[in-house]
């Protein structure tokens, strides 16, 4: 069996088109890797770039991507309504075929340690990876985001990195690495410039608050298309489906007077997550099928 690891990184970039290229360059430089999928979005001000690999050359491509978009990428200008820690905020190891759980958090440890130790920009650890059961969720490791960390990684102990510099990078700031099961993003958008509207949605939906199980969501501006969105982890979809996560943001949204106008997914699916005809179900915008995993890795 063809030994294969699916890596998301995201990156805070969503506006220069260029320097997401250079770093999607950056993994393609490496002999084995293929880039299923660069995913912008210029609200959030966030790219997420999916690829597989053989666990050494995915090593080697998350490390290589990490050095040019701290190269690039400068924290201390960056503004978007996505939280973020760092220039790489995140960086996941998934298992595909061939290698385990265990050889994941394996991979995402040894990498998070190479760019502590080689970029000097200290690393968290989170879900399976992670070594403290307060920084399993992204949400705990990242709150604050940069300016709260910035604030707080010298001086208080709990927020000190798994690894490297208890100071952030000058301008890459820090990274959140770790290992997981497939993770889906998707985003539910409503016909209300009301901030409000979706921020109540969110809380409704997400597990923390008492929503759904295996669902983390917040609520956003699109500003260029005077909308706001219910934007949506469904960490486990097996157990919180994406049409059951819909038809919860559609319900609050009717009883709220806010209609629902699409929804997206960002990055790739497995096939076996989406409902039939997803598009006219999920009110699908820009999906493509291509963005389904098993497509990506037939071709």
Do not use: W
């Not at 265990?102 to 991979?107: A, M, S, Y």
């Not at 219910?230 to 806010?258: C, E, P, R, W």
């Not at 497995?270 to 179900?281: F, G, I, M, T």
């Amino acid at each position: 069996m063809t030994r294969l690891v699916e890596c998301v990184p995201n990156f805070s970039e969503g506006r220069r088109q260029e320097v997401v290229a250079a770093i999607a360059d950056a993994a393609r430089s490496v002999s084995g890797v293929t880039v299923l999928d660069v995913e912008m979005d210029a609200n959030h001000n966030r790219s997420v770039i999916t690829f597989v690999a053989a666990p050494d050359a995915a090593k080697e491509a998350a490390f290589r991507m990490a050095a040019k978009a701290a190269e690039l990428i400068d924290m201390n200008v960056h503004r978007g309504e996505h939280p973020r820690v760092g220039a790489l905020d995140v960086l996941t190891f998934i298992p595909i075929s061939g290698v385990t759980m265990e050889d994941c958090v394996r991979l995402a440890r040894e990498t998070g340690r190479r760019i502590a130790d080689e970029l000097h920009i200290p690393v968290y650890l989170y879900e399976n990876a992670a070594t403290r059961p307060d920084r399993k969720a992204l949400p705990d490791v990242r709150k604050g985001e940069y300016e709260g960390l910035k604030a707080e990684i010298a001086t208080n102990p709990d927020r000190a990195p798994d690894f490297g510099p208890h100071r952030l990078h000058p301008s890459a700031g820090a990274c959140i690495v770790g290992a997981r099961p497939p993770l889906i993003a998707y985003n539910v958008n409503l016909g209300t410039a009301d901030l409000s509207v979706a921020k109540k949605i969110a809380k409704f939906v997400r597990e923390k608050d008492g929503g759904l199980p295996a669902v983390r969501a917040l609520g956003f501006e699109l500003k260029d298309r005077g909308l706001v969105q219910v934007s949506m982890n469904l960490v486990d979809y097996k157990v919180t489906s994406i049409a059951t996560a819909f038809a919860a943001v559609s319900h609050h949204a009717a009883k709220l007077g806010a209609p629902v106008v699409g929804s997206e997914i960002v990055g790739l699916v497995p096939q076996d997550s989406l409902p039939p005809d997803p598009k006219a179900r999920l009110k699908l915008e820009h999906f493509d099928p291509n963005q389904i995993l098993e497509h990506r890795l037939a071709v």
